[in-house]
């Protein structure tokens, strides 16, 4: 019998929370660690259905994120939330993982489960006039979602390409007065977004900006006005609203910080700093392994996020029977 079983667990997505709960069943003790102020992860942001989970109907995000918790909670796991780590030592099977509360968790093994964060101010950092912007005209990430309705009748700017910047331009041509959405390269979202987009443009309710890079934000008389490098032209248009929705970023950072260099020199990076795991959800680093969107930049989901998580705790299980 070891002295301890537990597992830390960092952050408390579906990823980490699936993790925990298959732990728990497994026999351990898993620990989970949340930085934010909510369990639950990005799910507490999509204020859209969430159609895509098995058994779970009718179930918006914020809804499925409640469920996963309260399941974690049901059964008796752990969920510290405020709780951001700032250094580990050790290894694997004495592992101590000091947080910024001055507490130190003894662990036998770990899984950073913290997943992603969309692109927020930065991506217009760099655009002349954005400090002057009235309060409120720009929406960053899922915040764009929030209140669609008092939307109708007015201009809007989407600045991006994936699945996010595509719906919401979906879903607000037919009530907004105009929807522009300026696309920096090449669309990356599901075909069957850029097929309702591109039937909207046909439309004229929707203006499709391709190879658009946001130059400059003006407030004036009857909104923003932006200018945008548009291919080889640029074009003002004015507008309401800007919603921002470029994107997801893996939250890797901690990492130098947090684990020694000893302690890291097996994980590695891919060029857009997400985890690189293998099948089983090692990262290279004996007793430190990874699940959900931290390192699954392919097919960020909450089903994958689930099965991940199981997978690494099931994996935990069998690695730890020989140490
Ligand atoms: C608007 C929106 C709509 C979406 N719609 C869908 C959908 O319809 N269907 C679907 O399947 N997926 C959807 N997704 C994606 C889905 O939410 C994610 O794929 C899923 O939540 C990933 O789970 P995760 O546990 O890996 O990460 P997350 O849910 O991101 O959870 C990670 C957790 O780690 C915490 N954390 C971060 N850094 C640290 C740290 N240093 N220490 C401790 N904790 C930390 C965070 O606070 C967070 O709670 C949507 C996402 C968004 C934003």
Same mark, same amino acid.
């Given at each position: 019998m070891k002295a301890s079983r537990c597992i830390a667990i960092l952050g408390a997505g579906p990823?980490?929370?699936?993790?925990?709960?298959?732990?728990?069943?497994?026999?351990?003790?898993?620990?989970?660690?949340?930085?934010?102020?909510?369990?639950?992860?990005?799910?507490?942001?999509?204020?859209l259905g969430n159609d895509w989970v098995l058994g779970q109907m009718g179930q918006t995000g914020p809804m499925l994120a409640t469920r996963f918790v309260e399941h974690a909670a049901a059964v008796g796991i752990a969920v510290e939330t405020g709780a951001r780590p700032v250094r580990l030592s050790g290894g694997p099977g004495s592992f101590r993982l000091r947080l910024d509360s001055g507490q130190e968790i003894g662990c036998v093994a770990l899984i950073v489960a913290t997943g992603t964060r969309y692109r927020a101010e930065e991506v217009l950092a760099e655009v002349e006039g954005v400090a002057g912007v009235a309060p409120g005209r720009i929406a960053y990430g899922p915040h764009a979602f929030a209140d669609l309705g008092a939307l109708a009748g007015k201009r809007v700017l989407i600045v991006g390409g994936g699945d996010n910047a595509f719906e919401n331009a979906r879903l607000l041509a037919p009530n907004a007065a105009a929807v522009h959405l300026a696309v920096r390269s090449r669309p990356r979202a599901q075909q069957r977004l850029t097929t309702a987009v591109a039937d909207e443009a046909a439309t004229g309710r929707c203006h499709l900006l391709q190879?658009?890079?946001v130059l400059g934000i003006k407030e004036g008389h009857s909104g923003a006005e932006v200018t945008l490098a548009?291919?080889?032209?640029?074009?003002?248009?004015? =507008?309401?609203?800007i919603h921002v929705l470029a994107g997801y970023e893996p939250n890797t950072a901690f990492?130098?910080?947090?684990?020694?260099?000893?302690?890291?020199?097996?994980?590695?990076?891919?060029?857009?700093?997400?985890?690189? =795991?293998?099948?089983?959800?090692?990262?290279g680093e004996p007793g430190i392994y990874a699940a959900g969107d931290v390192c699954n930049p392919h097919f960020p989901s909450v089903v994958s996020a689930i099965a991940q998580g199981a997978v690494a705790a099931k994996t935990i299980e069998m690695d730890t029977r020989t140490w």
């Open positions: 990823a980490g929370l699936s993790a925990a709960l298959w732990l728990r069943n497994l026999g351990f003790e898993p620990r989970v660690l949340d930085a934010s102020a909510h369990a639950g992860g990005l799910q507490n942001l999509n204020y190879a658009a890079r548009v291919a080889e032209r640029n074009e003002r248009i004015v =507008v309401d609203h990492i130098n910080s947090v684990f020694p260099a000893e302690l890291r020199s097996g994980m590695h990076l891919d060029t857009q700093g997400y985890l690189v =795991v293998d099948v089983s959800g090692h990262t």
